[in-house]
């Protein structure tokens, strides 16, 4: 799905779209006379349907009289002076369209580009399982004892023993794991 398209503006339309942005002045116009029938005042009365009339004369209405409904005018959209410049708008906005298009498929590509990379991170760069380590109390243990009495390492005798029971219970597990 390729989309492309170019845009040539000559000189001449580039003056005359920078010119067009400028204000236009209005040239002041001359009042005309009134003339007789303007002066004529309007009937409500005629533009009513006959029981909206009776409404209008009757004292026990008792409200304000009939007004005809407003008249709404469509607005009209000036047509543009210069086809070229109608051209360049039409393009304008197909380009807008195409850069609308672009900007949500490059969203969708970025979250697509992240999810891929977080999986491939998941699934490449991950740590191994990591074991506790095994006998820290019974370490911890011998080494507090060793730290009470320096002067007299024999009495750490049966800590020192279970730490070397648990380190051989747990290499005879790790030995036949493998």
Known sequence: MEDSFTVHVSSRLARKLLSESEP???KTRKPKPKSAQQHKPVDAKQNLPSHDL??????LSGGWPLQPPPVFIPAVTPKP???????IRTVLRESEQVLEKLQKREENMVQEVTQRAKDLYDTEFKLPNHKPMPCLNERDACTN????HANAPLKCAQFVKDFADCARKARQLNGSAH
């Open 24 to 26: 236009v002045k209005k």
């Open 54 to 59: 009776k409404k209008l004369h009757d004292p």
């Open 81 to 87: 002076v210069n086809p070229e410049i109608d051209a």
């Open 145 to 148: 004892c060793y730290k009470e």
